[in-house]
């Protein structure tokens, strides 16, 4: 423990195609960081519960249609109506798991032909996470596990071209885990990263802005 009074939280993204187990392993690093005595929240984009949200989410269910930019810019919105709250909670030592974030909205929409680094124009400025985990799954195993919903992007063809695009994406600073494994190893894996990440923050590593 440093000398500092007020430590903040850690900004963790977890990214990963459809079915990679994103979800489920989310929900279960927030017990264990307050089980070690960290406060900690699960968050999730697209948030859908803000009118920006309702909107985003008639899209994905295809109750309604939106032009690529549109749909791509009020993702981008949704994260942006969460940013001074984000700011805030890391800054009071909550650290945030977050199912999601702008990897996703520029490998979704990349992979339908937006140029690149326009859809990487409208996150800059946001909170840049201290880790980003990817979840690695091959998009044919991951749909061999079943269970796509029937929402806009959960077919296969997209699926390959969004695994394509986070990989164009991904630098040396992602941890990339293997979804493969069993629940319970990937599980063991997220929680050395979210560990060291949480520490790390904690001594004092400011928090930074995209695109970092
Ligand atoms: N998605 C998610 C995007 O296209 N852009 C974004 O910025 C975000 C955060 O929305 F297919 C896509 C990814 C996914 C869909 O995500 C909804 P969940 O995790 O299934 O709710």
């Keep these: 423990e440093g000398s500092k009074k007020e430590s903040r939280g850690a900004l963790i993204v977890i990214e990963g195609l459809d079915r990679s187990g994103k979800t489920s392993q989310c929900s279960r690093l927030v017990p264990f960081l307050e089980g070690q005595g960290v406060s900690a929240e699960l968050w ?18 295809n109750t309604s249609q939106l032009d690529d930019h549109t749909i791509h810019l009020l993702f981008s919105a949704n994260r942006w109506e969460k940013r001074s709250l984000m700011e805030t909670k890391l800054k009071t030592g909550t650290t945030l798991i977050v199912d999601r974030y702008s990897y996703s909205g520029v490998a979704f929409s990349s992979a339908k032909g937006l140029d690149i680094e326009w859809c990487k124009a409208p ?19 991951a749909a061999e596990r079943g269970g796509y919903g029937g929402e806009r992007y959960e077919k296969l063809e997209f699926q390959k071209k969004v695994a394509d695009c ?21 599980e063991k894996q997220l929680q050395e990263i979210v560990t060291d990440c949480v520490a790390e923050c904690r001594k004092g590593k400011p928090l930074s802005t995209l695109w970092s």
């Design 123 to 141: 996150e800059i400025g946001l909170l840049a996470p201290d880790v980003v985990i990817y979840l690695g799954i091959s998009p044919e195993k």
């Design 166 to 186: 986070y990989k164009v994406l991904r630098d040396d600073s992602w941890k990339v885990v293997d979804a493969c494994q069993s629940i319970e190893d990937v």
């Design 44 to 61: 999730r984009f697209p948030d859908r519960t803000t009118n920006v949200g309702q909107t985003i989410s008639a899209y994905l269910t």
